[in-house]
């Protein structure tokens, strides 16, 4: 399940990037209150060796109804009774091999009595008829008045533990039958399940068709899927596997786009882990208002539609991390399932490190490194601003309260760290035979640990203890000095993190010094970091230019390494790394002198590797100078759009400013290439308070865009803005019909206008509140962050509402996170903007002090000698 990575790349086009990770800025807090107790993996009483769906869609009446048979053989004998998971359906008849049997239904379980008691290694099957009109699990989507273009399609999301909602079954990974899906549609409509496709056959008088899905392989009933619309397929192949693409008719050239790279992926990862495609065909299913990024269903993908996209979108949007991650559960999460869901992380920590490989196998190394800087940086918000956990922890209210940074990001991070311990070879190598050990079986982080050491001979208790079962990172202080007498350089490393009130033990890990010499030439010496304090000495003829600790970022920490200018200057020009040079520019923006902003000026226009172009744009931004926007405007001519994004979100940083307004009402008037770049420079453009902004913003809502990235910009642009008119813009835009992902920025923009404006705020507050029910699930996703903004407790009963009565867990998490940031007087509002304030003051007055100087410098210059 693709949920952090994907959605984040959803969110540019809120303009404030709240819709699906949402902030609470109040600080570290307890990942789960004291009360929740630790949950264990589920008993099992029978092994449930098939699993076969016979199953109609009633697309008007939005209902299931079928049999869903089970045959099972008895763990231990005498079996008398067994239990299946089944909420909101209604139970008709039940048959235990052929004779009916009683049997009763209470707290989402169905309880069956057997005929006669099986003996252990006893084989039955048990038919289950039932019907139902499903709230989870199965989704039905389709037009209406407000939306009637939307497709009418069905499909299901078992993940974590919804595949209950829409068949009787044991509902828990640590079962894993093979599968049976015969689904009966609308003749108009194709089903798409797991496994070969065994054959269809029609029914002219109910104007039905029947399809018959069976795969072979066994997995966990949370990977069975059923997607049924009016689908155009596209065929491929990797090898000798088929590859096909099921999408909305009319959508064929966007999916190309999307999943066109499918089977080159298929082909890296059977090279890289050593084991085939595991599956009789991969297929990638794209369906309407899905409600995360994608679905792993064992041979059949479930995606959201919102990937699919045009080839203006395609200049700077990439389908690829989120088709490499769900492709990459296929063997991880489907073909090995992690046994409960305390090791999850086995599931969604290796398909977010496999989705960052693909990058590394088809973009190149400083690629890779920026999708793992995105990780880190995505893992170290959590921690810092939500709540720290091991990866692997017991402790949680509902499974999905663990799909979160920790288990994906960071996931993700400690296998990179673990590639770097042991190499390449080895690191491969181990992940083969921990794939061929277990193949087709449950397994827990131990199974993981032990394919390593039998590969490497290595005892690696001290690394997983210190990443997995312990919570925290190392947090790095770097001095270094030169004794130019002894020509010795020396460097001192510290460890400086607690756990709560306590000094924390020492992590151990290697790491690379990185020593560069004046012509930008470096020596690099591989150390061993295994106390809270450590010195090292390296003999020198001259003081290095700068000293990099750690310069590939490989190590998942906080650092602290004060570095001059000069050192930063040489990091900039010279670092092999792209990651390096980006980190020397994002430090330079904070060093802001006119020397400093000449070197970002030149970074920005002629480095090599756009990310360090768009970090040396941004720390320009945040040096706000004259000569800074100087050099950005020069930087709107960039060929490559990210860049050229940050180069006008930069600009967005002048607030007050005339040339920043008028270059940047230039790029929304004239428009851009790419989407993105244009809705930046909309958003931007309201930053600045500009008194001509309201009419280029208003003009910009008209504009359709993918993923209405335009018009959403726009909307937050008002916000920014801060003129009331917008008010009555976000009233409108908010209401049910109007674009979705306009509907979730109008939200964003209402929160802020109640947060600062106290003469709206009832107002906006009573309007805002009823939202919390709507029908549409990203705009209740968005609720909580929004109404935690406003900081008000008169929204604490409509939080309260959506806690209670929300069927999604992460709504409901969500929700509870901001009824505990309002009630303790602390929202992200009140914080942030107090914060946003004060550093606005702060750069302008460093502004102002800077320019001062320059103007010094140059009467110096100046003045006859």
Not at 360 to 376: H, P, S
């Amino acid at each position: 399940m693709h949920k952090p990575r994907f959605l984040d790349q959803l969110a540019l086009e809120l303009g404030d990037g709240e819709a699906f990770t949402v902030a609470f800025a109040r600080g570290r807090r307890a990942f789960q209150p004291q009360h929740v107790e630790a949950k264990w993996a589920r008993d099992r009483a029978a092994n449930i060796s098939h699993v076969k769906l016979e199953v109609a869609l009633d697309f008007e009446a939005k209902k299931i109804s079928g049999t869903a048979t089970h045959r099972l053989s008895a763990i231990t004998g005498p079996l008398e009774r067994i239990e299946f998971d089944a909420a909101e359906l209604e139970i008709r008849a039940v048959h235990v091999g052929g004779e009916p049997a009683t049997f009763e239904t209470a707290d989402d379980k169905l309880r069956i009595a057997m005929p006669r008691a099986l003996k252990a290694g006893e084989e039955v099957e048990i038919a289950i008829d039932y019907a139902g009109q499903p709230r989870r699990g199965l989704y039905f989507v389709g037009p209406d008045a407000a939306y009637p273009n939307k497709p009418a399609q069905a499909w299901t999301q078992g993940e974590d533990e919804d595949s209950r909602y829409w068949f009787p079954c044991y509902d828990y990974p640590n079962s894993r039958p093979t599968s049976e899906v015969i689904a009966t549609v609308p003749e108009r409509f194709t089903a798409v399940s797991n496994g070969a496709l065994v054959g269809t056959t029609a029914n002219g008088a109910a104007k039905t068709r029947t399809f018959h899905w069976r795969h072979d392989v066994p997995h966990s009933v949370y990977l069975m899927t059923l997607a049924a619309g009016e689908f155009a397929l596209i065929e491929e192949r990797a090898g000798n596997t088929p590859v096909t693409y099921y999408v909305a008719p009319g959508r064929e050239d966007d999916a190309r786009r999307a999943f066109g790279n499918t089977p080159k992926m298929i082909q890296f990862f059977e090279r890289v882990i050593g084991v085939p495609y595991p599956y009789a065909k991969y297929a990638q299913v794209a369906v309407s208002d899905f409600i995360f990024g994608g679905m792993e269903n064992t041979s059949a993908t479930t995606q959201t539609d919102s990937t699919l996209h045009d080839a203006r979108a395609h200049l700077d949007f990439k389908s690829d991390p989120l088709v490499a991650h769900e492709l990459a559960h296929q063997w991880w999460g489907d073909l090995l399932t992690c046994r409960d869901w305390a090791h999850a992380w086995l599931n969604e920590g290796f398909a977010t490190y496999f989705e960052a490989l693909w990058c590394e196998e088809n973009l190149g190394a400083d690629e890779f490194a920026w999708n793992v800087r995105q990780d880190r940086e995505a893992y170290l918000d959590e921690d810092a601003n939500h709540y720290r956990r091991p990866i692997v922890c017991n402790r949680y209210r509902k499974p999905i309260d663990l799909f979160d940074r920790h288990l994906y990001e960071k996931g993700s991070l400690v296998l990179h760290m673990l590639r770097r311990v042991t190499g390449d070879e080895l690191f491969f190598k181990s992940l083969n035979l921990y794939c061929t050990r277990h193949r087709g079986a449950n397994v827990i982080t131990q199974d993981l640990q032990r394919a390593f050491e039998d590969t490497t001979g290595r005892n690696l208790d001290f690394f997983f203890d210190q990443w997995v079962y312990k919570e925290g990172h190392p947090e790095i202080e770097v001095t270094s000095s030169f004794d130019d007498k002894k020509k010795l350089l020396s460097i001192t490393v510290k460890q400086t993190h607690k756990t709560g009130d306590t000094i924390a033990s020492a992590f151990t890990f290697p790491v690379t010094l990185a020593l560069m010499d004046a012509d930008g030439k470096e020596t690099r010496h591989r150390v061993e970091i295994n106390q809270r304090e450590q010195g090292f000495t390296f003999t020198m003829d001259k003081a290095p230019k700068a000293v990099r600790f750690d310069p590939e970022h490989d190590v998942l920490k906080t650092l602290k390494h004060k570095r001059g200018r000069e050192a930063l200057e040489a990091a900039l020009r010279n670092a092999p790394e792209a990651i390096g040079r980006a980190n020397a520019a994002r430090e330079l923006g904070n060093e802001g002198s006119p020397q400093a902003t000449a070197a970002l000026r030149n970074a920005m226009l002629n480095d090599k590797f756009w990310g360090v172009q768009a970090d040396a744009a941004t720390a320009l931004g945040a040096i706000r100078t004259t000569a800074a926007l100087d050099a950005l405007l020069e930087g709107l001519k960039l060929p490559h759009p990210k860049p050229r994004r940050a180069v006008v979100r930069a600009i967005g940083n002048f607030r007050g400013d005339a040339r920043a307004a008028s270059a940047l009402a230039g790029v929304v008037s004239i428009g851009d290439p790419s989407y993105f770049v244009e809705a930046e420079a909309v958003l931007s453009l309201g930053k600045t308070r500009d008194e001509r902004a309201f009419a280029h913003l208003t003009d910009a809502l008209k504009r359709d865009s993918y993923l209405d990235v335009i018009r959403t910009h726009a909307i937050a642009g008002m916000a920014e803005l801060r003129d009331e008119r917008a008010i009555e813009v976000a009233r409108e835009y908010s209401a049910y019909g109007k674009p979705p992902r306009a509907r979730v920025a109008a939200v964003g923009a209402l929160a802020r206008f109640a947060a600062l404006k106290e003469n709206r705020r009832v107002e906006i507050l009573d309007f805002m509140t009823p939202l919390v029910d709507d029908r549409e699930f990203m705009l209740r996703m968005r609720m909580p962050s929004a109404l935690a903004e406003v900081g008000d407790a008169r929204a604490l009963p409509a939080l309260h509402r959506l806690a209670d009565r929300d069927l999604d867990g992460r709504i409901q998490r969500h929700a509870n996170d901001a009824i505990a940031s309002i009630s303790e007087g602390r929202s992200r509002v009140e914080e942030g903007q107090r914060l946003r304030e004060d550093l606005d003051k702060l750069r302008e007055d460093n502004r102002k002090l800077q320019e001062r100087l320059e103007k010094v410098e140059a009467m110096a210059r100046d003045k006859p000698s």
